[in-house]
């Protein structure tokens, strides 16, 4: 008899668990939909901080619109030069569709935009940038992956804003989109200053 009793109390228990993590699953993505909190907009710990030191060899065969070849990337946190960094790949899709906002934003005068090539062959990432433009003063290639590490990187794309001290000031994880830029990248560059001489 108290067998017979205990059975019908731990049906009830498991029959509204699926119920409760429903339920709770349910409270958390309402909270995101009224939030207004961006899901691309994630915290990092770099921001305010010193950029990492980053030197990287560049793409071979790149060259910029003289015939120059396109330097690597020797980035020197504190040298005075604003910079936006890019973390890109040809294998990524997301980086294609930012690429025009990249290619806009590559006629400010403020800022040199430069890139990390991350995990990517040179040969793609050459004909990446011969079919679509590249706005890249500098591109450092990371094969292996590692110089990201010391940038916080979760994935491809993301972008960097570095101000004149070598801080970073702003950063936007997944592509850039005209959202991103207006609301994020310019209010960011907006507190730098004037133009870099």
């Not at 409760?20 to 207004?36: C, I, K, N, P, R």
């Not at 015939?67 to 604003?82: H, N, Q, S, Y």
């Not at 973390?87 to 025009?100: I, T």
Request: glycine letters at 12%.
């Amino acid at each position: 008899m108290n067998e017979a009793t205990q059975r019908p109390r731990r049906r009830p228990l498991l029959v509204m668990l699926p119920v409760v993590v429903f339920a709770g699953l349910a409270g958390v993505f309402l909270y995101q939909l009224v939030s207004g909190h961006d899901p691309q907009v994630l915290p990092s710990a770099l921001i305010g901080k010193p950029a990492p030191e980053t030197r990287l060899p560049p793409l071979a065969g790149l060259k910029d619109a003289s015939g120059a070849p396109v330097p690597g990337l020797d980035l020197v946190p504190g040298d005075g030069r604003v910079r936006l960094v890019n973390v890109f790949a040809s294998w990524c899709v997301p980086c294609r569709q930012e690429h025009p906002a990249l290619m806009a934003l590559s006629k400010d005068p403020r800022f040199e935009i430069v890139a990390i090539n991350y995990k990517d062959k040179p040969e793609n990432a050459l004909a990446f940038l011969s079919d679509f433009g590249n706005p890249f003063d500098a591109i450092g290639t990371d094969e292996a992956g590692r110089s990201t590490i010391d940038w916080g990187v979760y994935g491809v794309p993301e972008t960097f804003l570095v101000g004149g001290d070598g801080t970073i000031l702003w950063k936007q994880t997944g592509p850039l989109t005209k959202a991103g830029v207006e609301g994020g990248l310019l209010p960011a560059l907006a507190k730098i200053g004037s133009p870099q001489s």
